[in-house]
């Protein structure tokens, strides 16, 4: 292994890294079976020159494997969502002229007339590897390492490059903030091919030397049986998780809630994040596990922003405070600096944390900074030295008679109401006021609702010109992979 590869796995040869069903992965295994695969990949070359590599596996040691090995050997790493359609991924390949697919299995035969219709080798992980590690390049930190795409709520999903710098500067600086150590374990069960599982669990947990128990998917059983014999004392998740395992526990004997929340209640962290928790969530999952809910803000062009501190309060409905080396700041609609706390305006950030580029798109990485500043397109207002994120300014603010309404904030209150399991909020053309609100909202069994009963719960509970305007009953909200909501789809 090259001595300045970045990001590096922890050394610590002896320690489990990796646990993956029943077997256990030490460091040093692991570090091996990467040079392995980075010398298979290279096959004779000194350096893949960021020859973009596509994978399409779940969390596993596959994954990791071809992750470290395609940055280790000079590649860029383009991992896939293995919940993708076969148009989706004809874009992301296209986009990043990737040339080479790794998959095994039943992922593998689902890509081969892909692969094939775009003269792209798909191969095994195994197929790759070498007998024994050879000498790899040195990777200076300023290199494209990593392309990760955009979730698409808003346009078409734009591949975001960054460095071995900026994804190394992404993780410290959460090993810093949330006191990562060798002595955490954490179950991996999100989605890789996104920010919060990549960058968030099994980097910092290999950078620090933790143990990182892998699932390809949320096993709601497995994984509370392993909560509840207390091995994690880190827990990450987005609200769709932590809604899941509440609705979960209505479903089993209460000596098994029991259980499975005083597993939770010594945890040394829970955290939620990649949209927004509703502080109702907040309030249940403290009153049932004892845990107050660290929530962050983050996005893919630059890891994590912002955070709730880890020593110090957490506020329900709050993303906190800068994250160390991010500089974090509001500006207008003018491009303005906003100073003064309680005014609306767009978060942009600065620091080692930035994305490098938006990939062969000069005309949209230019666009989105303003004086070396990124422009999130997300509006937030400053609290008591707290942010609190309004919205998407393109999907989340809405301008209604001179107002700026924020579609989170009436969600919040909205899901308060015992009846209401899921709600969306967006604007809607209105001859009269611009935009007026509307409300898509999905019912627990058995309820149902009518316009002006709501109407009226609403009253003393947001202002009137917050209330929903019309509201329309789905069975569902759609959503993508990592449960955000995907506004653009209710759009009428």
Same mark, same amino acid.
């Given at each position: /292994?090259? %001595? +300045? ?6 050394? +610590? +040869?002896?320690? =489990? ?8 992965? $030490? ?39 071809? /992750? ?60 790759v590897m070498a007998e024994e590690a050879g000498d790899l390049p040195v990777i200076d930190e300023n290199r494209r390492g990593m392309m990760l795409f955009t979730s698409g709520t808003t346009n078409k999903p734009k591949g975001v490059v960054s460095t071995h710098k900026t994804i190394s500067a992404q993780i410290t600086t959460l090993v810093e903030a949330w006191c990562w150590s060798e002595e955490d374990t954490i179950p ?6 996104? =920010? ?20 390809? #998917?949320?096993?709601?059983? #497995? ?9 994690? +004392? ?52 403290? &009153?049932? $596990? ?12 630059? &890891? ?8 110090? %309060? ?21 491009? #303005?600096?906003? $100073?003064?706390? !309680? ?6 950030? #600065?620091?080692? !944390? ?7 798109? %000069? ?19 400053? @609290? ?12 989340? =603010?809405?301008?209604? &008679? ?13 899901? $308060? ?42 009253? &003393? ?8 305007? @019309?509201?329309? =009953? ?7 992979? /990592? ?7 209710l759009k009428p």
């Amino acid at each position: /292994m090259s %001595e +300045n590869s970045f990001p590096q796995l922890n050394n +610590n +040869n002896n320690k =489990i890294a990796l646990v993956e069903g029943d077997a256990s992965h $030490t460091y040093a295994d692991v570090n091996q079976r990467i040079d392995k695969f980075a010398s298979g990949l290279l096959n004779g070359k000194q350096d893949l020159k960021e020859e973009r590599i596509a994978f399409f596996m779940p969390a596993s040691l596959d994954y990791v494997t071809t /992750m470290h090995g395609v940055w280790r050997a000079g590649g860029i790493a383009v991992p896939l969502n293995v919940s993708s359609a076969v148009a989706e991924l004809d874009h992301y390949l296209s986009c990043a002229s990737v040339t080479r697919m790794i998959a095994n299995g039943k992922y593998q035969d689902s890509l081969r007339e892909l692969c094939a219709s775009m003269n792209i080798e798909l191969l095994s992980v195994e197929d790759v590897m070498a007998e024994e590690a050879g000498d790899l390049p040195v990777i200076d930190e300023n290199r494209r390492g990593m392309m990760l795409f955009t979730s698409g709520t808003t346009n078409k999903p734009k591949g975001v490059v960054s460095t071995h710098k900026t994804i190394s500067a992404q993780i410290t600086t959460l090993v810093e903030a949330w006191c990562w150590s060798e002595e955490d374990t954490i179950p991996l069960f999100l989605p890789v091919h996104h =920010i919060h599982g990549i960058i968030n669990i099994l980097s910092c947990g290999l950078w620090a030397g933790a143990t990182v128990h892998l699932f390809a #998917k949320f096993d709601i059983p #497995k994984i509370t049986a392993e909560i509840a014999a207390g091995t994690y +004392n880190v827990f990450m998740a987005v609200p769709t998780i932590y809604v899941k395992l509440i609705q979960y526990f209505d479903t089993i004997d209460e000596a098994e809630v029991k259980k499975i929340c005083d597993g939770f209640r010594p945890m040394r962290l829970n955290i939620s994040g990649s949209a927004a928790c509703p502080v109702k969530l907040f309030e249940q999952w403290q &009153g049932l $596990t004892g845990q107050v809910l660290l929530e962050r803000y983050g996005m893919t062009e630059i &890891g994590m922003g912002l955070s709730n501190p880890y020593s110090g %309060e957490r506020r329900a409905g709050h993303v906190g405070q800068a994250l160390p080396g991010v500089e974090v700041q509001l500006f207008d609609e003018d491009n #303005k600096l906003i $100073t003064e706390e !309680n005014t609306p305006g767009e978060i942009r950030i #600065k620091g080692d !944390n930035l994305f490098l580029e938006y990939w062969d798109n %000069e005309k949209a990485t230019i666009e989105s900074f303003h004086d070396s500043w990124f422009c999130t397109g997300d509006v937030a207002v400053l @609290e008591d030295g707290y942010y609190r994120i309004m919205g998407r300014s393109s999907i989340d =603010i809405i301008k209604s &008679g001179g107002y700026k309404l924020s579609a989170l904030e009436i969600e919040g209150t909205l899901l $308060t109401h015992d009846d209401i399991a899921e709600c969306a909020v967006i604007g809607v053309e209105d001859e009269t006021w611009g935009e007026s609100v509307m409300a898509f909202i999905g019912l627990k069994p058995g309820a149902s609702m009518e316009y002006a009963d709501l109407k009226s719960w609403c009253k &003393g509970k947001m202002s009137s010109y917050k209330i929903p305007k @019309e509201i329309k =009953i789905i069975d569902a909200l759609p959503r993508n992979a /990592m449960g955000k909501v995907t506004k653009s789809d209710l759009k009428p």
